[in-house]
């Protein structure tokens, strides 16, 4: 089965400042994608950012951006000036090429301060 | 509307009891999903389907019988429910292609007592 590290049990930020998530992920496939979804109190999951392996820039969406390192296996999550709503489970999950079976990590609950 | 609704959103059943999750889709999209998830586990996949009377298995899909006999429709069946599938499930659905996110229906709370 393939292997998902999110380090970070939880993280606490400070409003209005920028955090990374951090997501490793086991894997010898040269062609896989990587999700992150956001997980609110309210306990729906909200897809968030895609970053394709073979793609040249790190995905951007928003607030929202990716680290991608391909070499290091590591797809870190960054999001810039923390706002309340930002309060939430994050969870990664790396797709493997040709296949649909999307598996997640045990997630980050992120928590943001005023 | 259009989306994906699961339903109940809530169920509380008896140990033995047999009990149905329901997910129907509107998209019309090929793929749909269905996760459990646990403290400590995030979301596990139990079973998926690539199309109408195409399934397969995911992670954990002991315990567990799903059904696709039209592709808007995807239900999750605990023929002989255990306290240890008390979870909250999430069923999902996604077109294919590249990039294309998961989309998830907004999950049932399930209890076994």
């Known amino acids: 089965a393939q292997k998902i590290t999110q380090t970070q049990p939880g993280m606490f930020v400070q409003e209005k400042e920028a955090v990374t998530l951090d997501c490793t992920y086991d894997?010898?496939?040269?062609?896989?994608?990587l999700f992150w979804y956001k997980q609110p109190s309210s306990g729906e999951m909200i897809f968030l950012i895609y970053?394709?392996?073979?793609?040249?820039q790190n995905a951007t969406e928003g607030r929202y951006s990716l680290n991608f390192q391909k070499a290091r296996k590591s797809a870190n999550l960054v999001i810039s000036a923390s706002q309340l709503g930002d309060s939430a489970m994050y969870f990664c999950?790396?797709?493997?090429?040709?296949?649909?079976?999307?598996?997640f990590g045990k997630g980050t609950k992120l928590t943001v301060n005023p | 509307d259009a989306g994906i609704t699961q339903s109940p959103r809530y169920k509380i059943t008896e140990t033995g009891r047999q009990v149905t999750l329901m997910c129907h889709q509107t998209?019309?999209?090929?793929?749909m999903f269905w996760y459990r998830q646990d403290l400590g586990h995030g979301l596990r996949l139990i079973y998926y389907?690539?199309?109408?009377?195409?399934?397969d298995k995911g992670e954990v899909p002991d315990g567990y019988v799903v059904s696709r006999s039209k592709t808007e429709n995807f239900p999750l069946t605990l023929e002989s429910a255990t306290r240890s599938q008390t979870s909250v499930y999430f069923c999902?659905?996604?077109?294919?292609?590249?990039?294309?996110?998961?989309?998830f229906g907004s999950g049932t709370r399930l209890t076994v007592v």
């Open positions: 999902a659905s996604r077109s294919g292609g590249t990039g294309h996110g998961y989309t």
């Open positions: 894997t010898s496939d040269q062609s896989y994608g």
């Open positions: 970053q394709g392996s073979y793609d040249e």
């Open positions: 999950a790396p797709l493997k090429g040709g296949s649909e079976k999307l598996v």
């Open positions: 998209w019309s999209h090929s793929y």
């Open positions: 389907s690539a199309a109408a009377d195409i399934t």
